[in-house]
C-alpha cells in the first residue's frame, strides 16, 4: 500500500473515506486497490507498458473508488466524495512539483514557463498533446487536444472524473501565479471534460 499512496495522499484519503465510510475505511479501500487490477487490464494501456501505462494505474485507483462509491452511495454523492479526495491531492501534487524548482525568487514568464516546462517531464501534461497559440512575457495561451485523463476515464466509464482535474488547475495556478488571471476565454467549461474539442489555457499578466 505504501508503494502506491505517499503520506500526503494517505491522510486526505483516510480523512475523507473515514468520515464517509467509518470504521471500516481500510477495508473499503484494500477491496479498491485489489479491484483496480481488474479495471485497468481491461484497458488499452494494458497491453503498452511504459510511462504512460503507469501513470493510468495511478488513475485506475480513483476510478475504482469511484465506483465502489457509486455501489454504496449512489452516483451523485460518490462524486461529492470522490472530489473531496481528488481536488486536494492534486492540488498537492501541483505544489510538489512547484517549490521543487525553487521559483520563489523569481517572477513573471519566466517562471511560470519553467513551471510548465518541468511538469512536461514529470507531471500528467507530458502525456497530453498541446499547442501554444500565444506566448510572450505578458501572455501565455495554450490549448489541450488530447487529455490523458479524458481518454481514461471515458474508456473506464467515468468521463465525469475529468473534470475534478480541471479543478484542480483553477484553484493551483492563481494561488501558485498570483502574478497571472487565469480562465479559458470567458468560461471554466471550455475544457474537453465537458464536451468541448479543446482545453483553453491563459495566463495574462495583471497590470
Known amino acids: 500500500m505504501k508503494r502506491t499512496i505517499n503520506r500526503g495522499k494517505s491522510t486526505i484519503i483516510k480523512s475523507v473515506l473515514r468520515q464517509e465510510i467509518g470504521?471500516?475505511?481500510?477495508?473499503?479501500?484494500?477491496?479498491?486497490?485489489?479491484?483496480?487490477?481488474?479495471?485497468?487490464?481491461?484497458?488499452?494501456?494494458?497491453k503498452n507498458p511504459g510511462a504512460e501505462a503507469a501513470f493510468?494505474?495511478?488513475?485506475?485507483?480513483?476510478?475504482?473508488?469511484?465506483?465502489?462509491?457509486?455501489?454504496?452511495?449512489?452516483r451523485e454523492k460518490a462524486f461529492s466524495i470522490i472530489k473531496e479526495i481528488v481536488v486536494p491531492v492534486g492540488?498537492?501534487?501541483q505544489w510538489t512539483h512547484f517549490?521543487?524548482?525553487?521559483?520563489?525568487?523569481?517572477?513573471g514568464?519566466?517562471?511560470?514557463?519553467?513551471?510548465?516546462?518541468?511538469?512536461?517531464r514529470k507531471g500528467a501534461p507530458q502525456f497530453n498533446t498541446r499547442d501554444y497559440i500565444k506566448r510572450n512575457d505578458t501572455t501565455c495561451h495554450f490549448i489541450i487536444t488530447r487529455c490523458v485523463?479524458?481518454?481514461?476515464?471515458?474508456?473506464?466509464?467515468?468521463?465525469?472524473?475529468?473534470?475534478?482535474?480541471?479543478?484542480?488547475?483553477t484553484e493551483f495556478f492563481p494561488n501558485a501565479f498570483p502574478e497571472f488571471s487565469f480562465h479559458r476565454d470567458g468560461s471554466w467549461e471550455n475544457t474537453i471534460a465537458?464536451?468541448?474539442d479543446q482545453c483553453e489555457f491563459i495566463f495574462e499578466k495583471k497590470e
Open 194 to 196: 465537458y464536451g468541448k
Open 109 to 120: 514568464m519566466g517562471r511560470l514557463m519553467k513551471f510548465h516546462n518541468l511538469m512536461d
Open 99 to 107: 517549490h521543487s524548482l525553487g521559483l520563489s525568487q523569481e517572477q
Open 149 to 169: 485523463f479524458n481518454d481514461f476515464f471515458t474508456e473506464v466509464g467515468f468521463p465525469e472524473l475529468t473534470k475534478l482535474f480541471c479543478e484542480v488547475d
Open 91 to 93: 492540488c498537492n501534487e
Open 23 to 46: 470504521r471500516t475505511w481500510p477495508l473499503f479501500l484494500l477491496s479498491c486497490l485489489l479491484k483496480r487490477k481488474g479495471l485497468f487490464s481491461n484497458t488499452r494501456w494494458a
Open 56 to 74: 493510468a494505474k495511478r488513475l485506475a485507483l480513483i476510478a475504482s473508488v469511484y465506483r465502489a462509491l457509486i455501489e454504496k452511495s449512489g
